[in-house]
């Protein structure tokens, strides 16, 4: 899942067009008016469909003979990819905050029984790393640094349960993961250690059940604390 850098004019055209589908100002569905948009942006025909290539492989548009360039329907949208999770945070609310309900709904069915199944094959090299991850959490003094911590608490966790799948789910999770967390720590975020030592002592400790539980206990308060944010964001939006 290769994000797209975004740079110079033509990333610039890439990011407008995506905010404009997702955001719904090019609707599902929609034609796009390929000379109105060049005269718009100011950009080549060569430009614009190369930024419309980097669109269609993240399935948000496609083309057909005599139908031209359209919006794809969002069932067809890669929502695993990272840029798509980026643009769908960055648009009005009712897109982000099913983006998160979405997200927490995913991290439940997750990270309890990947905590349970990390408590019975952690190794020694693991359990380091989780230390390490709640060393970093607990130092963090900025939010780049709290997101930074955060992510590598919970790569790490999947990583203990040594099942190769599970720890791939780490790529899909994690960017959408960071975008949750720049939104928690954003504002003014209660202290992350103390949910998430729990589960690291479970693990630690050999109990899959208290590790489920533990980690069941720190979704429902980080979702708690998300949701208290959200209308704040949804006025400034």
Not at 53 to 62: D, I, P, R, T
Not at 88 to 94: D, L
Not at 203 to 225: C, K, S, V
Request: with cysteine; charged share 25%.
């Amino acid at each position: 899942m290769n994000e797209y850098p975004g740079r110079g004019l033509h990333g610039q055209t890439v990011e407008l067009l995506a905010h404009r589908i997702l955001s719904g100002r090019l609707a599902e569905g929609a034609t796009l008016d390929i000379p109105a948009l060049e005269a718009e942006l100011d950009v080549s025909r060569t430009a614009l469909r190369e930024a419309l290539k980097v669109l269609s492989a993240k399935g948000l548009v496609g083309a057909r003979q005599k139908r031209g360039t359209f919006v794809r329907p969002r069932q067809a949208w890669n929502l695993l990819d990272g840029d798509v999770m980026r643009w769908q945070f960055a648009a009005p609310a009712p897109t982000w905050t099913r983006f998160l309900g979405d997200l927490a709904e995913v991290r439940t069915l997750l990270e309890p029984p990947a905590a349970r199944l990390a408590a019975t094959r952690r190794t020694d090299a693991d359990l380091a790393e989780l230390d390490a991850a709640l060393s970093e959490m607990d130092g963090a003094t900025d939010a780049d640094a709290a997101v930074a911590a955060d992510l590598r608490f919970h790569r790490a966790l999947l990583a203990c349960t040594h099942n190769e799948l599970l720890g791939r789910l780490e790529v899909v999770v994690e960017r959408a993961l960071a975008e949750r967390d720049r939104l928690v720590h954003g504002g003014s975020a209660p202290d992350p250690v103390p949910t998430h030592r729990p589960v690291l002592d479970a693990i630690r400790a050999g109990d899959p059940d208290g590790a489920e539980t533990a980690m069941y206990d720190l979704l429902a308060a980080a979702n708690q604390h998300a949701a208290a944010l959200t209308p704040d964001r949804a006025e400034r939006g």
